[in-house]
């Protein structure tokens, strides 16, 4: 590359790897692997991009002022304290560009979203991966891991691959015991199949240093069209914004967002069958000898006897045509992270693993 030099940590980063979605040969794939909603998007939020396709010369809105109060007024919200971004990913983008550089600590935990540490690489930051306690975050632990060059916390609640959840109270002991100098990121991407969870609203009113993100890819059934969002204190957002590109929505992903958002019957079907089908899978799953702890998300993470056995199930899976998601990267090398699908998906999925563990026994 001549003379020229990527920025310090740039080269530290390990491409992004998604979920896969294609199998060889197979036209009738259940894709089980990235989180997406089984039921689509809301017809309404459809019907608003086709009617956007006519208006495609026109540039849109720099402020996204109809789509911020969209969201103000479903989770009653001020709309002047919300930024929207090209995926809840962009937001946290502007959170890691504003607040670290290079010889700051961005703490992230053991088994914590990829796009963390990528994030701190990107800004020539240190990422601190905090361990976790079976499979769950720990506030001591990530208190004790604070020292004064600490500048964010990442952390997903509910946690993605592990599904698991810190309490309100746990949640607010950590935003509580972080210095005023970091920035606290509660990432909601599964905010939506908590059961009783607000998302981390009420930190944000009780914190000048907390930011809470959301998406429109996962509940909302769209993340073919990239569009999140972030809540925090007005001078927060203010930061972030000056880093927003004017134009980094288009009309129609704000249309779209706006009908998907609106369209509360929707959101509230997904995740009601969401929480009957994922309780009837860990069920199913718990029976059969395999490891599953309770999901705050929409999908489990199942645990087998080994990485080995973890592999076998993977690959008895595809040949029956179901993508799921291994999880080794993550720290997770027995586990396999299957998304709850319709219930037509969810009993294909456990049928096929229901046979797989009955092999093993049989082989054992
Ligand atoms: C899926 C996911 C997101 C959402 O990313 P988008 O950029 O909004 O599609 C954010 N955080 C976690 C932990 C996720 O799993």
Redesign the pocket.
Known sequence: MAGIAAQPGIMEIALYVSGESKLAGRSDVLKLS??ENPYGCSPNATAAFTAAATDLHRYPATDHAGLRRAIGEVHGLDPDRIIC????????QFVAQAFAGAGDEVITTQH??A?YPILAHAVGATPVTVAERDRRIDVDAILAAVTERTRIVFL?NP???TGTMLSADELHRLAAGLPESCLMVQ?G??AEFAEGFDGGISLVEAFPNVIM??????IHGL?GL???WGYARREVIDVLNRLRQPFNLSNAQMAAAEAAIRDTDFTARCASENARLRRWMREQLVQMGVGCDESH?NFLLARFASPDQAKACDAALREAGIIVRPVASYGLPEALRITVGDEDGCRRVIGIISDFMADQRGAA
């Open positions: 990235a989180n971004g090209v995926g809840s990913d962009e937001v946290l914590g979203f796009m997903a946690a993605n691959p990432d991407a599964y993100t959301r998406t429109f890819s996962k993340g990239r569009i999140g998300a």
